[in-house]
């Protein structure tokens, strides 16, 4: 595993208290964005201080470079799994903490790290109890955990170029917040993208009133502020908190919790399910890690039309 940059240079923040508005970036470009498990840590940690902090109103959440991100390190995930590295960096265990924690094979060792999903903490589902306004900034690649945060934001601002998905659709076929995409997308064209694997464009998700706004990709950031501005000068904070209570009792009404512990269950239960005899399929095992999981998933992009290819090298091929 190469050398990985500390949390804080993954993932940067700061705050401007005249207007009231707080930025989140992530920040390693040459890695399409990818978070490690200390940078999703420490984006679960910004987001409950900034929803506390009285100088924040508005958190603004965008990514460095030509995407907002492809989703999680797995490399890093997959290289501390060995182990239990992974798990006690998750849930944020040290060599002090006197816990055991299940072995490798035991049912309770994925299943514990697939529910920590549903708590803020993880840097999974951290939006989904921030009390003040999140816009989230997309371009590029919007995929995987990148993805999880259109799922939880209050506003999407979207270049015309954005592609929004997970590649697990490809490889296992569900992740974290499959009942809130189905939720904001809608059950029909969820399912869609979960049943064929395929990507939504920008204009295909404003279409569903997933996204609030598409612009082209030079008028990105001026959208973007102008949307910030107007909530910053908007409501008193004490009036968005209530708002956002409010909110947030029609989504646990819709289930939206139940609905990430279910998804967490779902994750649980990859052991049992098993492929088809006369299909080829991306395997989750060491070979498959070692020549590289976005290998495997662009070699399986190939089978499918351009414009349902996840790469955006893949989508620009010709028959």
């Not at 990985?4 to 390693?28: D, G, M, S």
């Not at 944020?92 to 055991?100: A, R, S």
């Not at 399910?273 to 662009?298: F, Q, W």
């Not at 992009?301 to 290819?309: H, L, S, V």
Request: proline share 6%.
């Amino acid at each position: 595993m190469t050398d990985i940059p500390p949390p804080e240079e993954i993932v940067l923040y700061e705050k401007h208290p005249t207007e009231r508005i707080a930025t989140i970036t992530f920040n390693r470009p040459d890695q399409l964005n990818a978070p490690t498990i200390g940078a999703r840590r420490r984006y679960g940690d910004l987001i409950h201080k900034a929803s506390l902090d009285d100088d924040v109103k508005v958190l603004v959440i965008r990514g460095e470079g030509d995407d907002l991100g492809s989703g999680a390190d797995l490399d890093e995930l997959m290289a501390k799994r060995e182990g239990d590295e992974a798990l006690r960096e998750e849930f944020g265990l040290t060599e002090d903490d006197d816990v055991t924690l299940p072995p490798g094979r035991n049912y309770r060792n994925g299943a514990s790290l697939v529910q920590w999903y549903a708590d803020p903490r993880s840097g999974c589902r951290s939006l989904q109890d921030f009390k003040k306004i999140s816009i989230l900034e997309t371009k590029g690649y919007c995929y995987g955990w990148h993805f999880y945060q259109a799922a939880d934001a209050d506003l999407i601002v979207s270049s015309d170029d954005t592609l929004f998905g997970h590649p697990a659709f490809r490889y296992v076929g569900y992740a974290p917040r499959m009942w809130q995409w189905a939720t904001t997308m809608g059950l029909r064209k969820f399912q869609e993208m979960v049943f064929t694997g395929r990507p939504f464009t920008a204009a295909e998700m404003a279409d569903l009133a997933f996204v609030n706004s598409v612009v082209p990709r030079d008028q990105l950031e001026a959208e973007t502020e102008k949307y910030a501005l107007a909530c910053a000068r908007n409501m008193p904070t004490d009036t968005v908190f209530a708002q956002k209570v409010f909110f947030e009792i029609m989504k646990q009404h819709q289930g939206e919790h139940m609905g990430s512990l279910m998804s967490g269950w779902l994750e649980s239960m990859r052991g049992p399910l098993k492929p088809d005899a006369d299909r080829e399929v991306i395997r989750l095992d060491r070979e498959t890690m070692e020549s590289g999981l976005n290998n495997a998933v662009k070699g399986s992009d190939r089978q499918f039309p351009p414009e349902w290819r996840l790469s955006k090298s893949g989508r620009e091929q010709a028959e």
